[in-house]
């Protein structure tokens, strides 16, 4: 590997690759510098207060709205900053990782807003990263929008360091796109744009607002050109959506649902307890009471503060069959129905095969307007007991959903070793938010004793073997151990993806692979 020491003490550790010089410049990485300079240590603090904040909860300290940030949410004359250019209508928004077939078949899907992601569907093996960038770098001026989505706060950038310690690999992705891109967005007659994943609070959406501004002022872009979206996906975030808008609100564009990841927060915040034992995953949906909660509370937390809320992620994947297509299309379109009426002024897909379907139904709905902020949902009051109803869908799983989270959480982690972060699975597009659940659930389940350790290891055993024959290159015995680890013992895990990344990806890389 190579290792280049800047003036800001930032070497890159990775092996060097085609185009790379075109983002890893002196001028990009002394701009990384700064950026991890002025924030590393907070992120840090940061993260401590995550772990502080899991034990309380475990500990059995109630989980409400805060009563410090009372007056804030009391407040009615507070609003976020208006809808930027190109992020005005956003009634269709495809996600996907961001390399150059998928980028293309996004731009020229007819949405809005495409969502250039680098954490979930993304496997954050060195090249896919720059790579990424160099996609976003080559995007000329589109009628959709670009807007990236950063890897979260609990993650290093391994191949890039700072003062002897990894980058921050949100830093990283917002960084190096700002640097690059930002100007040439404005340039474009848009802006450079972010979508916020894994946020628990407030407080790391100041850090993010305080990120912004010293990155405006380091490139003299004016303060406020920024805009970013909060995908609301951890249980603790939700009882601070009004907060998070407030301490971005100058930056702000709005908050989006995101299921999987939400449920995933919820198992590892509460799986302990027995009334939050989720049945199979595709048992709970987005009418579940406490979905409903969720995200009724979004739409009328966005809408009272002049803000977009933006609906989840259609992930299927429309086949060839013309039947099998059109029961596919039936489901997304009862599901985007749904969001519509409810008030969100636009929803995501995975497919450019959903584009239409999700358009005719906000067009329905919307018609000429941009969005639907006005509609305030005054009528929704939700109380912190609404969003924690779990024990009204709780329940044991069937045989059947063990042995398809086992199969999913395997099948990904096959892939995303691969260096393939978004992987079409029995008609679904999985990314790392469904590997999460499928694998947090199995954890859950042993734990409450519903199902059996001896009964998860011959499973298990069964779907090694189906691997193996499905994909013959797979390191099989590398991603039965990280199942284990992840899945199977006392202590669950935050996340699988530091674990595989520090064992894998970075591995093979050092070796040149």
Known sequence: MSATALNQGVRVLGAPGHRHHEILTPAALEFLGHLAA?????????????????????????????????????????????????????????????????????????????????????????????????????????HTTPVVRPRGWHLDEEHLEYDGRPVPAALVDFGLHFFHCAQRRIDAGQGPYFYLPKLENRYEARLWN???????????????????????????????????????????????????????????????????????????????????AYTELLVRTCHRRGAHAIGGMAAQVPGKDPAAKDAVLARVRLAKEREAEDGFDGSWVAHPGLVPVCREVFDGVLGERPHQIDRTRDDVEV???????VRRISGPPTSEGV?????????????????????????????????????????????????????????????????GA???????????????????????????????????????????A
């Open 38 to 142: 002025a924030f590393e240590e907070r992120r840090q603090d940061l993260m401590k207060e995550r772990r502080r904040q899991a034990l309380r909860l475990a500990a059995g300290s109630p989980l409400d709205f805060p009563m410090v940030t009372s007056a804030i949410r009391a407040d009615p004359t507070w609003r976020v900053a208006p809808p930027a250019p190109g992020l005005a209508d956003r009634r269709v928004e495809i996600a996907g990782p961001p390399d150059r077939r998928t980028a293309s078949d996004a731009l020229d899907s007819g949405a809005q807003v495409w969502v250039a992601d680098f954490e979930d569907a993304t496997s954050p093996t060195w090249d896919n990263l720059i790579d990424g960038q160099l996609t976003l770098l080559d995007v000329g001026e589109r």
């Open 210 to 292: 305080d990120v912004f501004v010293l990155a405006q002022e380091l490139l003299g872009i004016p303060r406020g050109t920024v805009r970013a979206t909060v995908l609301v996906e951890t249980i603790t975030a939700a009882f601070e959506m009004e907060e998070i808008l407030y301490e971005l609100r100058e930056h702000s564009s709005g908050l989006n649902a995101g299921r999987w990841d939400y449920l995933f927060s919820l198992i590892k915040t509460f799986g302990h307890r027995t009334d939050f034992l989720l049945p199979d995953r595709e048992k709970v949906t987005m009418t579940a009471p406490f979905m409903r």
């Open 383 to 389: 109380t912190a007991g609404d969003l924690l109803s």
């Open 403 to 467: 042995r398809t989270n086992i199969a999913v959480a395997l099948r990904y982690f096959a892939a995303w070793l691969r260096g393939q972060g978004a992987v079409a699975l029995d008609g679904l597009m999985e990314d790392a938010a469904t590997a999460e659940i499928a694998r947090v659930q199995i954890w859950q389940w042993l734990r409450h004793r519903v199902i059996d350790r001896e009964t998860v290891l011959t499973l298990l055993d069964d779907e090694i073997v189906a691997l």
């Open 470 to 512: 499905e994909y013959p290159w797979a390191p099989v015995e590398e991603i039965r151990a990280l199942f284990e680890r992840t899945a199977l013992e006392g202590e669950l895990p935050l996340f699988f993806t530091p674990d595989a990344y520090s064992r894998h990806l970075v591995r093979r890389t050092e070796a040149g």
